[in-house]
């Protein structure tokens, strides 16, 4: 991961976000944090584009899942790696639907996963998602 | 002693009325003698009888003062004895059965404020189940009047003649459920938040350059919050099983493939394991994937622990009529005769278990349990001691067992090839 490599990083418990954060921003990449669904929407539209999105899922004012919804709606296709503690099966079904370029990190990570599905993600950047032409 | 007070009186007011009375000497007594027998138990009343019958005998039959008299009036003494015993014995078991009435009555009253203030609908039905007595609260639920008389009460047709029938209202118990429910999600989920953080500093700390003994406290504490997230998750599962609220999605699974995948995952297990399937088919089962793969890696590394060190662990996958059967076996110490009914129940952790050592929250069996029956399938287990231990479990099978393509050299991912359609069974 270059430091041009741009990371968006939400979630609503700031020592988490901080943690994740510190260990993409040691990784090498170039970090900017968000502590709920709409700041994620906020940030990405003031301090975009971004190469990869990394979000929690159960936030206030909008849930990670619900921004990134909105985010592919407005025909943005990066790739989004969602981190949930939450044990719900359907979860692995609305990750999915974020198109290829989504993956799926469960709490608790370790610092190889983040690095190797991240590593992934950018290595295939190619949005897969239906762009409005 | 009370119940001599009356016949005193009577010997008192007949002495007293003297000349007046004869020569009908036995008859004032005999009220008294009623009216006695109502505070004395039956010894004192047969005393009392007795000793009025002698005190009359002494001090009014004539001649007085005197034991010997005409005989004819031993007759009187003897109906007056008799009559006087008569009463005692039936006053006494009067009283007692008086006694036992009202302790029904008030045993009755007790019953009757319990049922009437049950927050439930208690309804009796009569013999011709027309009505019948019902409770207030039960009579509010049918809209009707408190004050409703409780006897006549009409009771749906549907109902059998002579029954009770008692109506729970459920609702704050769901209410109080569900909120069980919810607190055990958010319980489990808050939990992994700042476990992942313990976990990835911990990482991040591993490449800090750190001493050898800083490295060691480091991936220690790194693995208790691992376990202590295991330890969530079980109890997430646990209660997602006993609210019934485990949601498993069914796909068609290749069992041999699934089983083949969790041993080589592990590099410990796939050393020490030999997975045996069916030479010339494939198990496919209805079944959820990551749900199977947790049951079979908790069975492969129970084996592992409490299998005896450096012995090969048996997985066998075969087909069972109607289910696919996984078998894993391991050498050692064994699990005893007692402990066997017990093994896949909440917390249970046999006496092995508890003196290994080896840390476990005691749910992993109780969960493995939870999960095959969710499949439609059975658990259980067999051990010889200090010779093998088998547990078994099953999942009903989709469809026939398949044959295994001979001619494939490339794994392939389930779906039968088209140039095997002339071995299909």
């Given at each position: 991961m270059s430091g041009h490599t741009r990371i968006l990083v939400a979630d609503d418990d700031l020592q988490l976000l901080n943690t994740v954060a510190e260990a993409l921003r040691r990784l090498g990449a170039d970090v900017v944090q968000a502590e709920s669904g709409a700041e994620l929407i906020e940030q990405l539209a003031s301090e975009g584009p971004f190469d990869l999105v990394v979000t929690d899922i159960s936030m206030p004012w909008m849930s990670g899942m619900q921004a990134m919804r909105s985010v592919r709606t407005v025909g943005l296709g990066m790739p989004v790696i969602v981190m949930t503690a939450l044990g719900d099966e359907r979860v692995s079904a609305q990750v999915q639907a974020l198109g290829r370029n989504a993956a799926l990190l469960r709490k608790p990570f370790e610092l190889n996963e983040l690095e190797s599905v991240a590593a992934m993600l950018l290595s295939s950047k190619q949005p897969s998602v239906d762009r409005p032409s | 002693m009370l119940g001599f007070f009356p016949l005193g009186i009577t010997a008192v007011v007949q002495w007293a009325?003297?000349?007046?009375?004869?020569?009908?000497?036995?008859?004032?007594?005999?009220?008294?003698?009623?009216?006695?027998?109502?505070?004395?138990?039956?010894?004192?009343?047969?005393?009392?009888?007795?000793?009025?019958?002698?005190?009359?005998?002494?001090?009014?039959?004539?001649?007085?003062?005197?034991?010997?008299?005409?005989?004819?009036?031993?007759?009187?003494?003897?109906?007056?004895?008799?009559?006087?015993?008569?009463?005692?014995?039936?006053?006494?078991?009067?009283?007692?059965?008086?006694?036992?009435?009202?302790?029904?009555?008030?045993?009755?009253?007790?019953?009757?404020?319990?049922?009437?203030?049950?927050?439930?609908?208690?309804?009796?039905?009569?013999?011709?189940?027309?009505?019948?007595?019902?409770?207030?609260?039960?009579?509010?639920?049918?809209?009707?009047?408190?004050?409703?008389?409780?006897?006549?009460?009409?009771?749906?047709?549907?109902?059998?003649?002579?029954?009770?029938?008692?109506?729970?209202?459920?609702?704050?118990?769901?209410?109080?459920?569900?909120?069980?429910?919810?607190?055990?999600?958010?319980?489990?989920?808050?939990?992994?938040?700042?476990?992942?953080v313990i976990v990835l500093r911990s990482d991040l700390l591993l490449h800090e350059g750190l001493t050898e003994t800083q490295t060691e406290d480091v991936r220690e504490v790194r693995s208790a919050a691992k376990r202590l997230s295991r330890m969530v998750n079980d109890l997430m599962d646990a209660s997602l099983l006993e609210t019934s609220r485990m949601r498993i999605t069914l796909d068609r699974l290749d069992l041999g493939q699934l089983v083949r995948a969790v041993v080589e995952r592990d590099p410990d297990a796939a050393a020490r394991t030999d997975v045996r399937t069916p030479i010339d088919s494939r198990l496919f089962v209805k079944g959820d994937e990551q749900r199977l793969e947790q049951v079979v890696t908790n069975l492969l590394s129970n084996a592992l622990k409490y299998g005896a060190p450096e012995t090969q662990i048996g997985l066998d996958v075969r087909d069972a009529g109607g289910y696919a059967e996984v078998l894993v076996t391991n050498r050692g110490p064994g699990i005893p005769g007692d402990e066997l009914p017990f093994l896949f129940e909440r917390y249970f952790r046999s006496r092995a278990a508890r003196t290994s050592g080896t840390k476990g929250s005691g749910l992993g069996l109780y969960i493995a349990k939870g999960l095959v029956e969710a499949h439609g399938g059975r658990i259980w287990a067999e051990s010889t001691p200090a010779e093998t231990t088998t547990f078994h479990f099953t999942v009903p099978l989709d469809g026939p067992p398949m044959p295994t393509p001979v001619l494939s050299s490339s794994p392939d991912e389930g779906a039968l090839q088209p140039e095997f359609e002339g071995i299909q069974p």
């Open positions: - | 009325l003297g000349p007046l009375i004869y020569p009908h000497v036995w008859f004032l007594f005999y009220p008294s003698l009623l009216i006695s027998s109502w505070t004395m138990d039956r010894r004192s009343g047969l005393i009392a009888t007795a000793l009025s019958t002698g005190l009359i005998w002494w001090l009014f039959v004539p001649p007085e003062h005197a034991f010997v008299k005409d005989p004819q009036e031993l007759f009187a003494a003897g109906v007056f004895f008799s009559t006087g015993t008569v009463i005692i014995v039936f006053n006494d078991r009067l009283r007692k059965t008086t006694e036992r009435l009202l302790k029904v009555i008030e045993e009755r009253r007790v019953f009757a404020a319990l049922i009437d203030n049950s927050p439930d609908f208690i309804g009796i039905t009569d013999r011709d189940g027309q009505s019948g007595y019902v409770t207030p609260s039960g009579r509010r639920m049918v809209g009707l009047a408190a004050d409703h008389p409780a006897e006549n009460t009409t009771i749906p047709d549907c109902y059998p003649a002579g029954a009770t029938m008692i109506v729970q209202v459920v609702s704050t118990l769901k209410e109080l459920e569900h909120l069980r429910e919810e607190w055990a999600s958010v319980v489990a989920h808050d939990l992994q938040q700042p476990i992942s």
